[in-house]
């Protein structure tokens, strides 16, 4: 049963625009949230974090944004870059515990 | 370099033969996992190493995979007799923190290798 979801497989955005993803999670005690980003042939590297206390968390042109009532969170990219290019994973995990849950990603591209 | 690396990067193997495949971690860095990723699907975590101590081996499929960091450093995963099943993206992940989620801060998040990429005919 998969814990976190990301349901769209990919994603396509003009150069300069806003790329919007989506995870949602099904496990209510989950209370820190992570994306990652993926190149071909490479692994995964991390891009922002966000804890449950926060409801937002920015980091340049990234912004993380959690909904703990909808189980949802959302990764913005603004404005986008043709380098932004690349998968992008979610995950999820419970305070205190070791596991990672990840979603099973989205393809984005940017077009120039 | 200074990042976590596997190998190989690609292993080709029958059906029943054994496998190994080697995760050095970034130096210093105390939490150690395994992950297993499926074509189009994202990482599953198998095992989990604090040091050298396997803490958490509950999402190893079956007996025929085997974890271990007998040094603190240094992990090998090993899959005996393997099946086509097996076939994917072996990740190895490393973390400075003891507890990642625990204490927030840049040092909770996971790095991760390249990966082995497993086909077993």
């Known amino acids: 049963d998969q814990q976190v979801k990301q349901n769209s497989p990919s994603l396509s955005v003009q150069e300069g625009r806003i790329s919007i993803l989506n995870c949602d999670y099904t496990?209510?005690?989950?209370?820190?949230f992570l994306w990652y980003k993926k190149y071909p042939a490479e692994g995964p590297t991390f891009l922002i974090s966000?804890?449950?206390?926060?409801d937002k968390n920015e980091d340049g042109r990234f912004t993380v944004f959690l909904n703990k009532s909808a189980k949802h969170l959302s990764l913005h990219i603004v404005p986008s870059q043709p380098g932004d290019s690349a998968v992008y994973f979610c995950a999820a995990m419970k305070y205190n515990f070791n596991k990672f849950y990840f979603g099973s990603g989205t393809k984005l591209n940017v077009k120039p | 370099g200074a990042g976590v690396s596997q190998s190989p990067r690609y292993k080709v193997a029958k059906r029943g033969q054994d496998v190994a495949l080697r995760c050095d971690p970034i130096s210093g860095h105390v939490s150690l996992f395994w992950y297993q990723q499926a074509l189009g699907q994202g990482p599953e975590f198998l095992t989990y190493f604090q040091n050298e101590a396997q803490l958490d081996k509950s999402g190893l499929p079956s007996d025929r995979f085997f974890a271990e960091r007998p040094e603190g450093s240094v992990s090998t995963l090993k899959i005996q007799r393997t099946q086509q099943e097996d076939s994917a993206v072996y990740l190895c992940a490393s973390s400075l923190s003891s507890r990642p989620g625990a204490g927030w801060g840049n040092t909770g998040e996971l790095f991760f290798g390249e990966g082995s990429r497993l086909t077993v005919l």
């Open positions: 966000i804890s449950s206390i926060k």
């Open positions: 496990n209510s005690m989950f209370d820190y």
